[in-house]
């Protein structure tokens, strides 16, 4: 199994972002926190500073299994100004492997032409920027390759969506149990 990469940018929305890298190391994942700014230190939406592991230009991602963009403003909107993270998942969407996006950060995917014909969700306000998609208000959504999740409140579901998505529904009845989760 590759590497799950998590970019991340100053106002990301810390639920989706650490509810969802959390739940898949625990699912014994390989995660790393890649951030797309100079800094390796990144601050969320709600003032909580996190210590990346890497920043984008001292990636190669050889071992990419899954791309995850949480949301936040203003981190959404910087993951979709970064030509070298754009230029990543379109090369992840030509070879079919899985992206996830939660609350803004669909509208990256959006932007690039990767949600036509496709049923998404997204954080409401942001669906004007998924041309051609089919908008659902369900908590997650994964249809093909793409994974999308509403907001932080879904940030758990969504999790257990990618590792449903990587390591099979097993793996996620193990981590229900092992966290308590209530579906």
Do not use: W
């Not at 592991?53 to 050889?62: A, L």
């Not at 994964?142 to 932080?152: E, F, L, S, V, Y």
């Amino acid at each position: 199994m590759g590497t799950v990469y998590a970019f991340f940018a100053d106002g990301f929305e810390e639920i989706e972002a650490l509810t969802t890298i959390d739940t898949l190391r625990r699912a014994g994942l390989d995660v790393e926190i890649v951030s797309v700014t100079p800094d390796e230190i990144v601050v969320g939406a709600h003032d909580v500073s996190v210590l990346c592991d890497k920043n984008f230009e001292n990636c190669d991602f050889f071992d990419a299994e899954l791309l995850f963009l949480p949301g936040g403003m203003p981190g959404a909107a910087t993951l979709d100004k970064h030509e070298g993270l754009r230029k990543l998942i379109l090369s992840f969407a030509e070879k079919n492997k899985p992206i996830a996006a939660i609350c803004a950060a669909p509208m990256v995917l959006g932007k690039l032409g990767l949600l036509r014909g496709r049923r998404v969700t997204c954080y409401p306000s942001f669906e004007q920027y998924l041309e051609g998609a089919e908008c659902t208000n369900e908590p997650v959504v994964r249809d093909g390759n793409i994974i999308t999740g509403i907001g932080p409140g879904a940030a758990m579901e969504f999790a257990l969506t990618i590792v449903d998505t990587l390591l099979g529904k097993e793996k996620v009845n193990e981590l229900v149990e092992a966290m308590c989760v209530r579906r």
